[in-house]
């Protein structure tokens, strides 16, 4: 029988920030130490965050400040090794960012010979993070870029092994950073509903206030520049002249933007309700014939997962991470991202066929624990090779 493993994650973002890699992080860790194993988190933080410690003996909050244009991200002020990591002797550091946490991560394999696991979450050299971090100076972006590109290399190269959430992904560590060490393909899981959602599309939408018959497209989500939502908005006036309500739900820094857009292309249908708390959103997926995240930037995209789950089809922008869902079975369409008509048509094709989509037959692949059990092979690999 193999031996218990002691983890430690580090995360740049953590509680109470929600976002993928929170939701990930959390979800795995619940997962592992079901099974037995130790998994500490190590992370950058706020009061917010540190609050949790109280009832977390297995969380290390180190203070720092928020970014303003992305608040649930913080840079620690005093990047100092905890002396409960000495302690803790664990067999696997597992980062989930290159950055700020990440190089803690690269010592604390130094530190204490453990291997090293990280996972690529983020397109942070994608053209939206470069223009909201540095500038829209395509001069600077352009050598932001360049110099973003060999940090990334150099960092993941320090890595035992590199997780990618999709084959996209971990074509792309491939193609354009050019990392040549081991990169496994591990998707992040959701903790898969056990019963489907069987609340009627009339009851769903009278519990979230829309009354309509008509067609619903739906987008929950963190709203901010990298969702690609500018896009959903410039063809709003062609879904709803073909009968959808669109949704747009959640929050985040492009929210102003993105009402702003409603307006300028002058959208009548078009509901923001806010951020969505995790007893409502059954009721929006339920409500809803389309779940559309136009995003080009997830690596993998967890709120797809979770929208097929709930029975709920996905439309998908090509050339994206999310087209891996399509290859695993009929769960939903790819639209092409340039063109109005394309995304019109196959928001129609899944609205006016529902039954021919196997949502629920796809995510239950992506069941936490078939992705953790992937995990575990990874971390053992790497313990018996050392051995």
């Known amino acids: 029988m193999r031996k218990k493993l002691k983890i430690v994650f580090y995360t740049d973002t953590y509680s109470p920030a929600i976002d993928g890699v929170v939701n990930s992080i959390k979800q795995s860790r619940r997962e592992l130490e079901r099974r037995g194993h ?8 706020t009061a917010e965050t540190a609050a949790f410690e109280k009832s977390d003996s297995g969380l290390t909050v180190l203070r720092g400040i928020r970014l303003r244009r992305y608040p649930q991200y913080t840079i620690a002020l005093k990047p100092v090794f905890s002396t409960k990591l000495k302690d803790l002797h664990p067999d696997i550091i597992h980062s989930h960012t290159p950055f700020n946490m990440g190089i803690l991560a690269v010592h604390a ?18 053209d939206e993070l470069l223009a909201a971090f540095l500038s829209r100076n395509r001069i600077i972006k352009a050598l932001g870029k360049f110099a973003l590109m060999r940090y990334l290399k150099w960092f993941y190269q320090k890595s035992d092994v590199v997780i990618a ?52 497209l739906l987008y929950l989500g963190r709203v ?8 959903l908005l410039k063809y709003g006036k062609q879904l709803e002249d073909s009968g959808f309500t669109i949704i747009i739900a959640g929050d985040g820094p492009y929210m102003s933007e993105c009402i702003a857009l409603s307006k300028k292309y002058g959208l009548k249908t078009i509901r923001f309700p806010g951020f969505i708390k995790e007893d409502m959103k059954r009721y929006y997926y339920a409500a809803a014939d389309v779940f559309c995240n136009p995003s080009l930037f997830d690596t993998q995209s967890l709120v797809d997962l979770e929208a097929m789950s709930h029975s709920l089809p996905i439309l998908v922008p090509k050339s994206s991470a999310q087209t891996d869902f399509l290859s695993k079975g009929k769960c939903g369409e790819a639209f092409n991202g340039v ?14 066929s529902p039954r021919a989509y196997h949502t629920r037959r796809v995510a239950e692949k992506y069941n936490i624990k078939h992705t953790v059990d992937k995990l575990l092979q990874t971390y053992y690999s790497l313990i018996e090779s050392r051995h």
């Not at 999709?166 to 491939?174: A, E, F, H």
């Not at 591990?186 to 018959?213: Q, Y």
């Not at 063109?339 to 006016?352: F, S, W």
Request: proline share 3%.
């Open 224 to 231: 901010s520049p990298e969702k690609n939502l500018a896009l």
């Open 38 to 45: 130790k998994v500490y988190i190590f992370t950058a933080g």
């Open 165 to 216: 959430p999709s084959v996209y992904i971990r074509d792309m560590l491939k193609s354009k950073l050019g990392l040549k060490g081991r990169i496994d393909v591990i998707p992040e899981g959701v903790e898969f509903m056990t019963t489907e959602n069987n609340l009627s599309k009339s009851s769903a939408r009278k519990k979230i206030g829309i009354h309509t018959d008509g067609k619903i």
């Open 339 to 352: 063109n109005g008509d394309d995304l019109v048509k196959n928001a129609l094709k899944i609205a006016n």
């Open 109 to 126: 394999k130094k530190l204490t010979g453990a291997r090293l696991v990280s996972t690529f979450h983020t397109l942070v050299f994608s």
